[in-house]
């Protein structure tokens, strides 16, 4: 995944716009990924997960796409607004037949809608 | 429903004290709960994983003497950095595990706490 430790990359963007936050994960074997959202001063909330064995999962105005061959995730929020203003992490599951099922944490993106 | 607790959600305490934060899962029994840490504008850092009833497995370079977890039932887990210093200062957030229902463990988050070492 992401290095931890570095700080957050920022993307800002006009309200109404489509907003795409990527990611990069690192265990080819993971299960399942994860996307959360969190408000400055709160704890993560999840927002949408997929599993490995899909490229595609569709929320409401969010969407994620996985892409495996390059390891690559990334979270679509369409007409993106001020409330959706945070920083978002993606979390990778390891095969859960290995025995731990404790994610992995990306280094997150701090997304900023201006209106 | 899961809804996971935090107290005190932020605390300042005197260099060389200790402080305990409590982790509560409301409506459900944890399995199991997590402690992290987050520094500003950064990710969460795993600190340890504890399941009720056992020790907690702490992360490298998490030292286990100052950072004692206590989980003492399937709906408290208490973190208590003992001795506290500056550099503890951080926002320290916990999980509790839930049974599969999507076909993981899904962690909820509790609301973080504010650890302020003056």
């Known amino acids: 995944g992401e290095s931890v430790g570095l700080h957050l990359p920022t993307l800002s963007v006009q309200e109404g716009d489509n907003s795409i936050i990527n990611c990069a994960y690192s265990?080819?074997?993971?299960?399942?990924f994860i996307w959360y959202k969190q408000e400055s001063g709160k704890g993560p909330q999840f927002i949408i997960d997929i599993r490995s064995n899909m490229d595609k999962r569709q929320g409401q105005r969010v969407t994620v796409l996985l892409n495996k061959t390059v390891k690559h995730l990334s979270l679509q929020i369409a007409a993106t607004q001020p409330g959706d203003s945070a920083v978002y992490f993606c979390a990778e599951i390891p095969n859960s037949s290995g025995g731990s099922y404790i994610p992995t944490f990306g280094r997150g993106t701090s997304l900023i809608v201006h209106p | 429903g899961a809804v996971v607790s935090q107290h005190p959600s932020w605390v300042i305490c005197k260099s060389g004290t200790s402080v305990k934060i409590e982790c509560r899962s409301l409506d459900f029994q944890a399995t199991t709960m997590f402690w992290y840490r987050q520094f500003p504008k950064q990710s969460l850092m795993l600190m340890a994983t504890s399941n009720e009833g056992s020790k907690a497995t702490y992360e490298q370079g998490v030292e286990k003497d100052k950072f004692l977890i206590n989980h003492a039932s399937l709906t408290l887990s208490t973190l208590t950095v003992t001795s506290a210093h500056p550099e503890d200062s951080s926002f320290y957030i916990c999980?509790?595990?839930?049974?599969?229902?999507?076909?993981?463990?899904?962690?909820?988050f509790g609301p973080g706490t504010r650890l302020t070492v003056t």
């Open positions: 265990n080819s074997a993971s299960d399942y």
């Open positions: 999980s509790a595990s839930s049974p599969p229902v999507r076909g993981y463990h899904e962690q909820y």
